[in-house]
């Protein structure tokens, strides 16, 4: 599996962005998605994940009401919608994928992304 993310950038206190994640490898469907994020010198921390068929998401509290995952099967990608940004959010993004675990946790993943950056200026 080959997991190729983008859409990192700058942007001010309150703006939006969307992170993609592209799958290639193996069966898309099959496979939960999601998303983590590292701060410098903190720990990945989980962000949201999708289930295979989309039938089940999850969120920490710490984004819930500003992020939106979802997913197209059709073009084997993710999508990371993350708005009212805040200062708090600069991290590295990294998207993933687990064959068989749901919810998501950081031990359990299969494949991870290259990592993309958000700055988040205030």
């Known amino acids: 599996v080959q997991l190729q993310a983008s ?3 700058l942007v001010e206190a309150g703006g939006s962005l969307r992170l993609s994640c592209g799958f290639s490898g ?3 469907s ?3 998605m999601g998303w983590f994020r590292q ?3 903190k720990e990945r921390e989980f962000v949201a994940g999708v289930s295979g068929n989309s ?3 999850s969120y920490p509290d710490s984004v819930k009401g500003r ?3 979802s997913r197209d099967t059709g073009k084997n990608t993710v999508y ?3 708005d009212s940004l805040k200062p708090e959010d600069t991290a590295v993004y990294y998207c993933a994928a687990d064959r068989m675990n749901w919810p998501l946790v950081l031990a359990s993943v299969d494949y991870w992304g290259q990592g993309t950056l958000v700055t988040v200026s205030s």
């Open 30 to 32: 099959s496979y939960s």
């Open 80 to 82: 990371l919608q993350m």
């Open 7 to 9: 859409g990192g950038g």
């Open 67 to 69: 992020f939106t995952i």
């Open 55 to 57: 039938k089940r998401i």
């Open 39 to 41: 701060a410098p010198g």
């Open 26 to 28: 193996r069966t898309f």
